[in-house]
């Protein structure tokens, strides 16, 4: 079958139909969500006779987040990261400038290797830093509310 006729960086603007059928799909699969590495889902086939797929779990909560953006009516779009990243795109990853990306390179925070005279960054390196920042800053919130707190500042 081809496929061909959909370019995966455009995004999708479901109707409303999509929109309806979106909500109750991603309701029954988050339903269904399992902490297993794979999951499997059951679908017909053209003859309407069932057929069962294994898929990895993280393919699956990808899917869940896709039906869920578009019962919210939102548009959708895919994109693929390559394994190995340039600074520009790690940083566009990070939401930083590419100056402060080769910082925290230099600093040793990411680990890189050179290519030449360009970095590049693994782009699980870069999941991995964004997620222990995110931890690093939800703490330090959590810290501050709890000090605001004990201080009587209005935050209760």
Known sequence: MDYSFH????PILPSQNEVALARETSRKLA?????EPIMRLKVQDKEGKEVALDLPASAVRLLLDILENMANGNAVTLSSLQAELTTNQAAELLNVSRPFLIGLLDQGKIPFRKVGTHRRILAEDILAYKQRSYKERKKMMEELTTEAQELNWGYD
């Open 31 to 35: 339903q269904n969500m399992t902490t």
């Open 7 to 10: 370019n995966i960086n455009d």
